[in-house]
């Protein structure tokens, strides 16, 4: 594995089952021949040298050379994600993606690295479609945050935001590592994976 940022664990949220895609869980999917989760771990692992995967389905990521949790909390959301990954993570800094960005490119991961201070709470690209919360850094001081609005049933990424350092990276900066923004392109709904499956092209 990677070991250039030792500083910082990637953590992929990988969660579960789906029901947009008939119970199949989206990692999993192919596109251009390849699972996305395989994709999102090339990356990973020519960055981190720690990678956690998060998933309600621990036994089918064994295959991974990777820390395998669960959420510590059982309400399932993004934010609960995201604290499971800082909660193990044995860095003082997650990168946390989620599980359905096919396309996520090494050189935009390393900008965010880049531009992660030691003060900073979160490290967050923003485009003109807003923050991208799933493809940011989270600082493990953070945690005591997360926890507080996972108790009190606050889920909304922006509040969870409120108390925190938050630095913002700005679309121009952003396309520098990734000109397109590929990165962000995720697969919510099955038009989603058509698009996606016609950009990746055939299988090699």
Do not use: W
């Given at each position: ?25 989206k990692s ?85 690295l880049e ?17 991208e919360p ?71």
């Amino acid at each position: 594995m990677g070991s250039s940022n030792p500083a910082c664990s990637g953590v992929i949220l990988a969660g579960g089952q789906n029901q947009r895609f008939q119970g199949e869980n989206k990692s999993f999917l192919r596109i251009g021949g390849r699972r996305i989760i395989d994709r999102i771990y090339e990356v990973f692992a020519a960055v981190f040298a720690e990678i956690i995967i998060v998933t309600n389905d621990p036994e089918a990521y064994l295959e991974f050379d990777a820390t395998i949790v669960s959420d510590v909390f059982s309400t399932r959301s993004s934010l609960t994600g995201i604290h499971s990954g800082l909660f193990y993570a044995a860095n003082p800094f997650i990168f946390a993606a989620a599980c359905d960005i096919p396309f996520l490119q090494e050189p935009l991961v390393r900008l965010i690295l880049e531009r992660t201070e030691a003060n900073a709470g979160v490290v967050i690209p923003e485009t003109e479609v807003g923050l991208e919360p799933l493809c940011a850094v989270y600082a493990k001081s953070c945690l005591p945050v997360a926890e507080r609005c996972i108790r009190e049933n606050v889920f909304k990424i922006r509040h969870f935001f409120k108390p925190l350092r938050v630095v913002r990276i700005p679309e121009d900066v952003l396309r520098r590592a990734d000109p397109d923004l590929d990165s962000f392109c995720n697969i919510n709904t099955p038009e989603d994976l058509e698009r996606a499956r016609s950009l990746a092209g055939p299988a090699p």
